[in-house]
C-alpha cells in the first residue's frame, strides 16, 4: 500500500487560510488523493479528491504536484469547527488506507 | 439519504458475551468497510465487502465475523473479545471506486470488561 506523510500537527488562526501538506513519492498512476477529517468524537468526514488536476469544492481546495508526489489542502479561511485531524489518503483498488494524519488547531 | 447508521452507538461487554454491530446504508454502495480505532490513532482497515461477498480481510482474529446479509447491511459479530479490542468501530460504504468518496458512520464505541 502506498504511504503518505503528513505534520503531527499545525495550527491556525481563525479566518486565516490553512495549507495542509502531504507527500507521498511512491504514489502510482492509479492512485487517487483522497482526503477526510475527522472530528472529534465523529466519524471521519469527506473533504475532497482529485487525481492530477487541482480541484476545488465548497469545503476545501486541492493543488497537486506536477509529478503527483506531494499535495496540499487548502482551507481558505480556517473556522474554530474545522480543527480536526485531517488525513492524506492514497485510494487505489477497494483500500482506503488512513495515514497518520494531521491535528490542525484554531485559536479565536 | 446520505448516511452511513451504526447502531449500538456505545456497547459494553463481558469478555464471555457475544455481541453485534450493525450497520446500515442506503445509498446503493456496493462497498462497506469495517475499521477499528483506537484512542489518538488513525482507523485501521478490517475488512471490506464488494458486492456483498468479503473481498479484504486484514488478518483480523476470529474472535471478529463480518456477515454482509444484502447489499445494504452490514455486521460485525463479536465472541470472546479481550480488553484490548475496546475502541470506536466505524463503518463505512462507497461506490467501489477510487474516483468517489466514502461514507463513515459515527462509529460504536465497544468496551470489553
Given at each position: ?34 482526503w477526510y ?72 | ?48 465487502y464488494s ?63
Amino acid at each position: 500500500d502506498a504511504k503518505t506523510t503528513q505534520p503531527n500537527s499545525m495550527e491556525s488562526n481563525e479566518e486565516e487560510p490553512v495549507h495542509l501538506p502531504c507527500n507521498h513519492s511512491t504514489i502510482s498512476g492509479t492512485d487517487y488523493i483522497h482526503w477526510y477529517r475527522q472530528l472529534p468524537s465523529q466519524g471521519p468526514e469527506y473533504v475532497i479528491h482529485g487525481l492530477t488536476s487541482n480541484v476545488n469544492n465548497r469545503m476545501a481546495s486541492l493543488a497537486i504536484a506536477e509529478d503527483r508526489k506531494s499535495s496540499t489542502l487548502i482551507l481558505h479561511r480556517a473556522t474554530l469547527r474545522d480543527a480536526a485531524v485531517y488525513y492524506c489518503i492514497l485510494y487505489n483498488t477497494d483500500k482506503l488506507i488512513f495515514g497518520t494524519g494531521t491535528r490542525l488547531q484554531v485559536f479565536p | 439519504d446520505t448516511e452511513v447508521t451504526q447502531t449500538p452507538k456505545h456497547l459494553v461487554m463481558g469478555m464471555t458475551n457475544k455481541k453485534s454491530l450493525k450497520c446500515e446504508q442506503h445509498m446503493g454502495h456496493r462497498a462497506m468497510y469495517w475499521y477499528k480505532q483506537k484512542a489518538k490513532k488513525p482507523p485501521e482497515l478490517m475488512f471490506v465487502y464488494s458486492y456483498e461477498k468479503l473481498s479484504i480481510n486484514e488478518s483480523v482474529p476470529s474472535r471478529f465475523s463480518p456477515e454482509c446479509p444484502n447489499s445494504s447491511l452490514l455486521n460485525l459479530h463479536l465472541h470472546a473479545l479481550q480488553p484490548e479490542d475496546s475502541a470506536l468501530y466505524l463503518c463505512a460504504s462507497s461506490q467501489d471506486h477510487p474516483d468517489t468518496e466514502a461514507f463513515f458512520g459515527q462509529g460504536t464505541r465497544l468496551t470489553v470488561v
